[in-house]
């Protein structure tokens, strides 16, 4: 097999950690080729229309309440490194201050 790009910074190198399962030693991203291809396929549109894809970075676009937390998500959180997945909340992500959480992509707005 031809040795994969890390699909998130995209580096030349990375290698086998075990069958299936890739490492990049650049930005410590672990990958399983098979399900990147999957992910690579799926695509959502952000609140202007633009294609989101998997890595890519989107800012908040307005208040989003919590339910069980005592304040919402400000419009403007920055989001780094989203992943898109099928459903009604196609995006999955890590906010500061919140942890993981899945939203909606009408919500969000994609950075340069």
């Known amino acids: 097999m ?3 790009l890390c699909p998130n ?4 190198y990375p290698y086998e950690l075990e069958e299936n399962l890739w490492h ?24 202007n229309g633009n294609k989101l894809i998997t890595g890519d970075s989107v800012i908040v ?7 069980g937390a005592p304040k919402p998500i400000k419009a403007g959180t920055k989001v780094a ?9 196609n995006i999955d992500c890590k906010i500061p201050g919140f942890g993981s959480m899945a939203l909606k992509s009408e919500f969000v707005k994609k950075t340069n």
Request: proline share 9%.
């Open 2 to 4: 031809d040795q994969p």
């Open 61 to 67: 676009a307005k208040d989003l309440p919590v339910k």
């Open 9 to 12: 910074c995209g580096y030349e």
């Open 81 to 89: 490194n989203i992943r898109i997945v099928e459903g009604d909340h």
């Open 24 to 47: 990049c030693p650049d930005c410590e991203h672990q990958w399983n080729p098979a399900e990147a291809q999957a992910e690579e396929e799926l695509t959502a549109q952000d609140a």
